[in-house]
C-alpha cells in the first residue's frame, strides 16, 4: 500500500497543472491520469511484491482487459474475466464510500 501512496502522490511533480482544481477540464484531466494510473501503479506493486516481472500496459487494449493482462499476466484474458473485474470495480467503487473516504471527499471539494 505504501508503494502504491507514494506512486500517486508523485503525480503532483509530473503535472504543472496540478493546482487547477477549480478549472472543469483540467480536474477531468487530472481524474483520468489517477485512475490509469492507479490500475498501473497496483498492478506493478501487486507483481513487484510477488517476485514477478512486471508488465507494461497498452493502451490498445480496453482498461480491464488491461488490467487483467498487467495484474495476472493474462496476454488474451477471456472475456467472462474481463466482464468479472468490470462487475468487481464498479461493486467496489459503489459500496466502498466508508467515513474516512466521504471526510476526505468533503474536504478535497471545499478547496481549501
Known amino acids: 500500500m505504501g508503494m502504491l501512496v507514494g506512486t500517486l502522490g508523485s503525480l503532483s511533480t509530473f503535472y504543472d497543472d496540478v493546482r487547477s482544481f477549480a478549472d472543469p477540464a483540467s480536474r477531468m484531466s487530472h481524474i483520468t ?13 501487486y507483481r513487484h511484491s510477488k517476485g514477478l516481472p512486471e508488465i507494461a500496459p497498452d493502451p490498445g487494449r480496453s482498461f480491464m482487459e488491461d488490467v487483467a493482462r498487467t495484474l495476472f499476466g493474462i496476454d488474451d484474458p477471456h472475456p467472462s474475466i474481463v466482464r468479472a473485474l468490470d462487475v468487481l470495480f464498479i461493486l467496489h467503487a459503489d459500496h466502498e464510500q466508508n467515513c474516512s473516504a466521504n471526510v476526505m471527499r468533503s474536504i478535497g471539494s471545499a478547496g481549501g
Open 33 to 45: 491520469r489517477i485512475i490509469g494510473t492507479v490500475s498501473s501503479a497496483a498492478a506493478y506493486t
